[in-house]
């Protein structure tokens, strides 16, 4: 079995356990092992729903089993409650495996590099031939104030399309010694 970290969801940590069994075997063993774990308690609960189940503690979630298909469970945890992640790491040593540790940094880091990739897909996909077309002459050398010409357009949507450009690590390098200034810096009086 295998658990990474995938990001947060409101006060959740989010993480993927991917397993050679199928998921809904996997969320049934784990919610033996909680029923097991929770039994004498007053204050924790189980809740069980059509592909997992909950645990609460006084009526607050602190935990989510959801099988997601195949051979892969979600695993959230109530990052504002530390028992969470404690349950967590008790069904998981009384089920003989061990919850790896994420320390914060690195889910930051993870989050923030899939921020990264989505705004990156989202420019991929807002570029259009106009953009392409300024590439191309951009990559040939080619002036602002010509390509502006050649294309018939003001020199504010070359630059526009350039910004864009210049934000995709495949077409930055393309574009030769323009780099665009940040909007903030770029009418400064110097």
């Not at 397993?19 to 924790?44: C, G, H, I, Q, Y």
Request: with cysteine; aromatic share 10%; glycine share 6%.
């Amino acid at each position: 079995m295998k658990v990474e970290f995938e990001g947060r969801v409101g006060n959740f940590d989010v993480y993927r356990l991917e397993t050679d069994k199928p998921a809904s075997e996997v969320v049934n063993l784990f919610e033996n092992v909680f029923r097991d774990l929770v039994r004498d308690s007053l204050a924790l609960t189980v809740s069980s729903g059509l592909d997992g189940f909950r645990v609460l503690f006084e009526g607050r979630n602190v935990l989510n089993f959801t099988a997601i298909g195949g051979n892969a469970v979600r695993i959230a945890v109530n990052r504002r409650s530390l028992l969470g992640e404690d349950l967590v790491k008790m069904a998981f040593k009384t089920a003989g495996l061990e919850f790896p540790q994420f320390s914060e940094a690195a889910k930051i880091k993870i989050i923030l590099e899939k921020a990264r990739e989505e705004q990156l897909k989202k420019v991929r996909q807002s570029l259009t031939e106009f953009d392409y077309e300024v590439l191309k002459l951009r990559s040939q050398g080619v002036s602002l104030w010509s390509i502006a010409s050649k294309l018939g357009c003001s020199i504010a949507k070359v630059r526009w399309s350039l910004q864009k450009l210049a934000l995709l690590p495949e077409t930055s390098e393309k574009l030769g010694a323009y780099k665009p200034l940040p909007w903030n810096e770029r009418f400064k009086k110097h």
